[in-house]
């Protein structure tokens, strides 16, 4: 039975949703081709998915008609009042402005080698020639970078559970759990708890002279002229951990999954690195990506009636306070955005992923994942005879929860491994 066939078939309510979100997790992508050929605009009891690339486009395009609101009641609790929940609004303006001052493009090189460095270090330390990915690396390495990069060092097990708790509740919360909501908002007092005497330990010392993100922040907050408060610096640094570490390492994850899946792209891909063409290796993780994205989603809020897929035979009016499903997934399945979709080409424009949003609502950190995850996945494939590990272990395992939890990657022993920078520690 397709997609339509059952989801129509279901009684009216939550058994509708139950038809949406086991397809989300088992073949979202046959669902979104049935969706775009048949019905690219669907009206479920808690959400209107958008399936078409236009008409996702038009709706992330338009932060004010359709906003993030809805993201107010997760993220405020937790950090407080936050920019991303509010685009198009003086917060967002302003302190956009400042975090991009303070994730610098200069930094870029120094990402890209600390994810380097963190993954050979896992790898050289691997015994028999195994490992699971996920605690070793994927998640490893953007700890150690939310830790040494942006300089929000509290210990591992802290962080890990605070990035976890508050990444579930406010992004992958569906159905909707209200005692995932609760552990967010706890997390979220936790992470403040422990951020305050941090940061008032660096307003008292002497401006640090920009090591890392969170100072160059504090730094800025002296000067008047930034009209940033303490309040706003603590939220504006929780955010910077909440988008990092779960995001990262399952897109660090996915990506090795399909290259493994799929012998001709790890081929290529390993031929580019070998030439030492780095962008055209990057270029062969994110295309990848977008056959297995970290989300397939972005929800938005309807301010206002509209009418969506406007001039088309199947367009239709949304009511002011529609909740809706932005299906980015189906998006980048779309030959109107992807020509001959389901050809896996790394020569794609880099412009048409959507991995990392896109217009107002980009991610923040977009340019930090763009290197730290290839070189991540890089570090990875490197490894002489690659290869899951067998049966269920070599599988990703959610362990019934939104992210990966493990996977065993085995390598040959016999060969030589990466070789780890001096003085790095994993």
Known sequence: MGFLAE??????????????????????????????????????????MVTRATDVLDVLSQPSLYTVRANQRTMDPSVGPFMLARDETEINWEE???????????????????????????LSEAEAGSLDLVPTIARRVPLRIVQNMFGFNAPDESILSWSFATQHGMFRNLPFNQEVLARCHAAGEAMRAWLWPFLAAKWASAPSGGE?????????????????????????????????????????????????????????????????????????????????????????????????????????????????????????????LMPEPDKFDPTRPSQSYLHFGIGHHECLGRYVGQVAIPETVRQVLRMPSIKRAAGAAGSIDFNEGPFPEHIIVEWCVSAPTATPAEGISA
């Open 7 to 48: 989801f129509d078939a279901a009684p009216e309510g939550e058994a509708k949703i139950g038809v949406v979100i086991r397809w989300l997790r088992s073949d979202w992508r046959t669902m979104y081709t049935e969706l775009r050929t048949h019905r690219p605009i669907l009206k479920t009891p808690a959400f209107t």
């Open 212 to 336: 890392d993100t969170v100072s160059r922040l504090v730094d800025l907050s002296r000067l008047p002229a930034a009209g940033i408060s303490a309040e706003r610096v603590l939220s504006n640094v929780c955010g910077l951990l909440v988008g990092a570490i779960e995001t990262m390492s399952q897109a660090i994850v996915q990506v090795i999954d399909q290259m493994l899946s799929y012998p001709e792209w790890l081929a290529a891909a390993l031929a580019a690195d070998a030439r030492g063409d780095i962008a055209e290796f990057d270029a062969h993780v994110f295309e990848a990506l977008r056959f297995n994205p970290i989300t397939t989603i972005q929800f938005r809020f309807a301010e206002a009636d509209r009418e969506i897929g406007c001039g088309t035979p199947y367009a239709a009016t949304v009511s002011a306070g529609t909740i809706l499903a932005v299906c980015t997934g189906s998006a980048m399945f779309d030959a109107a």
């Open 96 to 122: 956009k402005g400042l975090l991009r001052a303070v994730l610098r493009w200069d930094d870029l090189q120094r990402v890209r080698q600390l994810a380097g460095q963190v993954a050979a270090v896992a």
